[in-house]
């Protein structure tokens, strides 16, 4: 059932008369300033307390499932990056017993203190880059500040009612604005140095917006019964008043994706219900019902801000999209919501209801532990030898039309299920190719096997399953011709046996079928191709679980590594773990085919990039690049298709070489359990 909107009654327009005789909303002028701290990243998943029958659950907005988090009812839950990754985790406060957990983006527990916490907020207030928590104790102990998430030192002794952090003289440096109650009022605590008066009443709730669009931080604060909600705006020493009714709760939120936390949603209870108010728009209704709680979470990642309500029993909890409809989350009403980034999913990628090799794959583990994957060694030399100013390349376009083959860039993959409606499993041919490194399907009765080394079968027995023509899509599109038409690989998945089968100068040559190499994996295990072996790549490694895809990266997060190709004239003739093969001259000290490369932590990722662009960047700090090919330098390979973002191409073709380096890897390959003929890099 979704709740039925209401009118608002007329009590409450006068009130809203007042305010605007006083001098309400002026007309909304646009400004040219960067968004202000009000527009805390917030993350798109939600943390969801359904009490005590049912315990913590994830909603992770990516994919619509629910994940069990824990089985304690949570006091509270904030987001702060305390591992200092670049990457959000969430810091909950289980109360008296249990204390204060971080549940980091690993999917890791680290304790943080023994004790429940009254209140907690997140900032950097000392400017060094990392975030702060700000916690209070209660009575016995007061706040404390648990500094770059390393150490805690005392704030102050008394205990307070809640608090908030803003940009408050609009510095570049986070403040915290504290209500310690009456009769002392509001306090804050500014560029972590002095303690400034702010109002000496104290208040019923108060918030950060942008309310102008001008970036600078403006405080909303509702001073309960008789004085209602005021506004300090870009701490100007004069208040204005917003509404002469003191209401229940209220968000602020950036729903029109202008970059600015510049509408208010404000609770005023039963019978009034939940209203919008921006500068630009005035008083608008949302909601007849009261909430018994709110949130604020850009679930769908197109930079607008959703709401999240839980209207209580019986109507459960439901999302307000950008597009105004109303979609029901869940049925049952929780004790708390907060807005999270919850942690990646425990299993690896998947295409084509295939796994891209189990979550322990190498290709799928993280190599941002700069403890555990320093950077190599040869990092320096290798990057100015191919020039530190050297620009990345996406190497993949918008153009999805393999008729125009001409700027059709990228290469493409297909999903068959080996059946005749997708593909005749076709003999396949290798004029100048390389049959005895190549894997062929053979024919079982009415099933086909992986045959390693194509060149012990007969012509008659050697078949791969390209798709029909009707189906088929290769890199360069329609062009046939193998004298101009490169490369032209071809990638299966086959589901059901979920096995990968790619393919090199796949060409269509008098009515059959013809390549230079044919590989094959099964994508359930984590066999590497026979030491010395080519495949589709010339470092003998899979192309299409290192591709960047269109639906990963507009999902927000690629959960594996890249692939990433140079010059000849870079590369020596060797190859390390897990390559299994190398090709071209033999470069003195150049870089060896399967070297891992990664963007370096001290990138930050701008938040005004594409969240396609801000996935691939954040993947390539977590999982890298494997150098897999000769090709220019710094070409990065992806998939073609209409879905990327222009801008996301534009935005990833600004790092340069000198913002990467290349990874140590060889805390694997020390391990005991370690295989070189396997891609298992944790146990």
Same mark, same amino acid.
């Given at each position: 059932?979704?709740?039925? %909107? ?5 009590? $409450? ?8 005789? /006083? ?9 040219? %300033? ?6 805390? @990243? ?52 289980? =109360? ?7 549940? /980091?983006? !690993? ?60 940009? /408050? ?8 604005? *504290? ?151 869940? =049925? ?34 993280? *190599? ?91 012509? @008659?027995?050697?078949?791969?399953? %390209? ?38 100068? !796949? ?8 390549? =230079? ?28 679980? $290192? ?36 090709? =071209? ?13 990664? /963007? ?12 396609? @662009? ?50 140590? *890897? ?18």
């Amino acid at each position: 059932m979704t709740p039925s %909107f209401d009118s608002l009654p007329l009590r $409450l327009l006068r009130a809203l008369a007042f305010v605007i005789m /006083l001098g309400g909303p002026a007309a909304h002028a646009q400004h040219d %300033f960067p968004p202000s701290a009000s527009l805390t @990243a917030k993350g798109r998943d939600l943390l969801v307390d359904f009490g005590s029958q049912y315990g913590v659950w994830g909603y992770a907005a990516a994919t619509g499932n629910w994940q069990s988090i824990h089985n304690r009812a949570v006091a509270s839950a904030v987001r702060a990056d305390i591992d200092h990754n670049g990457v959000a985790d969430t810091v909950i406060d289980f =109360g008296s017993g249990l204390g204060i957990w971080a549940l /980091l983006d !690993s999917g890791a527990w680290k304790p943080l203190h023994g004790i429940g916490a009254k209140w907690i907020v997140a900032a950097d207030i000392d400017g060094s880059g990392h975030d702060d928590l700000i916690v209070d104790f209660g009575s016995a102990y007061g706040i404390w500040v648990y500094r770059d998430a390393t150490s805690w030192v005392p704030l102050h002794g008394t205990s307070a009612k809640n608090a908030i952090t803003l940009d /408050l003289d609009h510095d570049g440096h986070s403040d915290v604005l *504290i209500d310690f109650g009456a009769p002392y009022g509001l306090w804050a605590w500014v560029n972590n140095a002095v303690w400034q008066q702010i109002h000496g009443t104290t208040a019923r709730w108060m918030l950060k917006a942008d309310l102008d669009r001008n970036g600078q931080d403006d405080l909303v604060i509702d001073f309960g019964s008789p004085y209602g909600i005021w506004m300090r705006l870009n701490n100007a020493p004069t208040w204005a008043p917003l509404h002469g009714t003191s209401a229940k709760s209220a968000v602020a939120a950036d729903l029109a994706g202008s970059g600015f936390a510049d509408s208010l949603v404000i609770d005023f209870g039963n019978p009034y219900g939940i209203w919008i108010w921006s500068q630009a728009a005035g008083w608008k209704p949302l909601h007849g019902v009261s909430a018994r709680g709110m949130a604020v979470a850009d679930t769908d990642a197109n930079g607008q801000d959703d709401l999240i309500i839980d209207f209580g029993s019986p109507y459960g909890i439901w999302r307000r999209g950008n597009d105004t409809a109303w979609n029901l989350i869940h =049925g049952t009403t929780a004790s708390s919501i907060a807005a999270v980034s919850l942690p990646a999913a425990t299993s690896g990628p998947t295409n084509g209801n295939c796994p891209m090799f189990p979550a322990n794959a190498m290709f799928n583990l993280r *190599i941002d532990d700069r403890a555990r994957f320093p950077a190599h060694a040869q990092s320096a030399a290798w990057i100015a030898a191919i020039g530190g100013t050297r620009r990345f390349h996406a190497d993949w376009g918008t153009n999805d039309n393999p008729q125009q083959y001409a700027d059709y860039y990228g290469i493409p993959y297909n999903i068959v299920d080996g059946a005749a409606s997708t593909t005749t499993w076709p003999n396949v041919s290798f004029p100048n190719g390389y049959p005895d490194e190549s894997d062929c399907a053979l024919a079982q009765g009415s099933a086909y096997t992986i045959h390693r080394g194509c060149d012990t079968l007969a012509a @008659a027995q050697r078949r791969f399953p %390209f798709p029909l023509d009707s189906h088929i899509k290769l890199e360069g599109g329609a062009c046939n011709d193998p004298n101009t038409c490169g490369d032209r690989h071809v990638l299966v998945v086959e589901q059901g046996n979920c096995r990968l089968w790619e393919s090199w100068l !796949s060409y269509q040559v008098g009515g059959g079928w013809t390549a =230079g190499s044919t590989a094959a994996w099964d994508l359930r295990g984590y066999a590497l191709r026979p030491d010395t072996w080519t495949s589709s790549d010339a470092a003998g490694l899979p192309i299409l679980p $290192l591709l960047a895809r269109v639906d990963e990266a507009s999902a927000g997060e690629v959960r594996h590594a890249l692939r990433v190709t140079f010059l000849d004239s870079v590369l020596a003739r060797t190859y390390v773990w897990p390559a299994r093969h190398a090709a =071209g001259g033999d470069t003195p000290n150049g870089i060896p085919f399967g070297a891992l490369l990664r /963007l370096r932590a001290d990138f930050v990722v701008p938040g005004t990039w594409t969240i396609q @662009a801000q996935a691939l960047a954040r993947a390539m700090q977590r999982y890298g690049l494997y150098v897999a090919d000769i090709g220019s330098n710094l070409f990065v390979q992806g998939e073609p298709s209409a879905q990327w973002n222009p801008a996301t191409i534009t935005q990833l073709q600004t790092l340069q070489m000198s913002q990467f380096e290349f990874v140590d *890897i060889s805390a694997v390959s020390r391990d005991p359990r370690f295989s070189a003929g396997s891609l298992q890099g944790a146990w």
